[in-house]
């Protein structure tokens, strides 16, 4: 029942009613609390119940609901580790808060991950030590509102958009790399034309200095076997 042993780590009068860290199915940190009647409880164990996906998995129940991001982790060699960020909240608090609340989360997490008390600390191992941090990120999530998280998506954006222009830019000097090595196989398959179209003509005149210097001694050879009996005969 870990929802219910969350150590008094509260989520009062705030948009985003749950959140969670996992392991795989050990829950290692959490907090909120909940006042829908056991509704917000339901919720999060049918979210995390969910098979883990290659990335978002989302649920609701009436006016509640719930998001799941899972950060796939080989690290540790050919067993696999599931890393889950979760979170439940009412309708007021729109998707893509949660998305960003979320990979956030991810971000915030991933040094924490390769410590000895993630990687094998049991359920709620991370409590005393997380368990606040993450308080503290879903009170500034729900007061942040909708206007501050488009301005932190903008931010993203113009981030991605910046290392789009510096790929393309990579691109670019790219294909000018292959252009300059194009155009040298060019001139090379041009010269190799060249030489061969001179080794054939070499080739040819060799061929005709042969046929003549045959043809010549034929017409010798024959004259010395002809002529003579003619002169006799005059």
Do not use: Y
């Not at 009062?12 to 909120?32: K, N, Q």
């Not at 958009?161 to 510096?166: F, P, Q, S, W």
Request: hydrophobic letters at 40%.
């Amino acid at each position: 029942e870990w929802l219910e042993n969350c150590q008094g780590i509260r989520a009062l009068d705030m948009s985003l009613l749950w959140s969670a860290v996992t392991r795989g199915s050990t829950v290692l940190a959490e907090c909120g609390e909940d006042h829908r009647g056991g509704a917000v409880l339901s919720l999060a164990r049918k979210i995390l119940s969910k098979k883990p996906s290659p990335g978002w998995e989302f649920d609701r129940g009436g006016s509640l609901r719930a998001a799941k991001f899972h950060v796939h982790d080989n690290r540790l060699g050919a067993r696999e580790t599931v890393w889950t960020m979760c979170c439940v909240f009412d309708q007021g608090f729109s998707e893509l808060q949660a998305r960003g609340f979320l990979e956030k989360l991810a971000f915030l997490t991933e040094p924490l991950r390769s410590s000895r008390e993630w990687q094998s600390g049991g359920t709620l191992a991370a409590q005393d030590s997380f368990a606040p941090t993450l308080l503290q990120r879903m009170e500034q999530a729900s007061s942040m509102g909708r206007t501050a998280m488009i301005t932190s998506k903008v931010d993203e954006v113009k981030e991605i958009m910046r290392d789009n222009i510096e790929l393309l830019l990579d691109r670019g000097d790219k294909l000018e790399a292959l252009d300059e090595k194009a155009s040298a196989l060019s001139k090379m398959s041009k010269m190799f034309q060249k030489r061969a179209r001179d080794a054939k003509r070499f080739q040819m005149w060799q061929q005709a200095k042969f046929g003549l210097v045959v043809g010549t001694a034929v017409t010798v050879g024959v004259g010395l076997v002809v002529i003579p009996p003619l002169v006799a005969v005059l």
